[in-house]
């Protein structure tokens, strides 16, 4: 019987974290500027603040879970008001060249603010397994050693700054340091990796992923 060969493709995309809990923010540029705001707390929030460095209209704003009303619009600040569930999301876009945002804020039914990190980076990894096994069967080859790159370029920072490190670690113990990297395996077995980042102010962020090297590849039937 030839054993089963297994395709693992890893792609992971991370935002960064929150003084609260999670990692609720994230931002990304289309045609537009995109700030996704995600409820990671246990907390029941009624209000979003956000402050941007200029005057700021809103193209178009989402809620996944969320439904919120702009209920201000003054000096490039934004008040929002309404309700969010746990793990909600709520979208606001603006103009590509418009102003960025410096700070943001949950607010709970007493009126309390609780700051979202939208300062530190994005780590983001990825990187690709070919097909393999563990087991023998006619038509196996030996799958190891094996060179997988891995790749950190799509970490990005929400203020638009440049990364100027990026950490790899494994867990058996190894580290290296590159935007992208290649590492030879020589033994099967589970890993997991951490990508760790930094902005020019030294804030850093980072992403987990683990993976399975196989012992031999096979052909296909």
């Known amino acids: 019987m030839r054993a089963r060969s297994v395709l693992s493709l890893a792609v992971l995309i991370v935002s960064c974290a929150v003084a609260v809990s999670g990692r609720p923010y994230q ?11 995600e409820n990671a707390t246990d907390l029941t929030l009624v209000g979003l603040r956000v402050v941007f460095t200029g005057d700021v209209d809103p193209l178009q704003v989402i809620g996944i879970g969320a439904e919120f009303e702009l209920a201000s619009n003054e000096a490039g600040v934004l008040v929002y008001e309404g309700a969010v569930v746990h793990l909600g999301v709520f979208e606001i876009d603006w103009a590509l060249d418009g102003p960025a945002v410096h700070a943001a804020f949950w607010v709970d039914a007493d009126g309390l603010e609780y700051e979202i990190d939208v300062h530190s980076p994005h780590a983001r990894m990825w990187y690709e397994l070919p097909p393999g096994t563990d087991e023998w069967a006619d038509g196996c080859a030996f799958y190891i050693p094996i060179e ?4 950190g370029h799509w970490s990005k920072d929400p203020d638009r700054l440049a990364l100027v490190r ?3 670690s494994w867990s058996d113990g190894l580290a290296l340091e590159g935007e992208t990297v290649v ?3 020589r033994t099967p077995g589970t890993y997991t990796v951490i990508l760790t980042a930094w902005d020019v102010q030294g804030l ?3 992403t987990t992923s683990s993976f399975h090297v196989y012992r031999y590849r096979c052909e296909e039937e």
Not at 27 to 34: C, P
């Open 166 to 168: 990026h950490q790899w």
């Open 27 to 37: 931002f990304m540029q289309t045609d537009r500027n995109v700030a996704l705001f």
């Open 204 to 206: 850093p962020d980072s």
């Open 148 to 151: 997988i790159e891995f790749d």
């Open 183 to 185: 590492r030879t395996f």
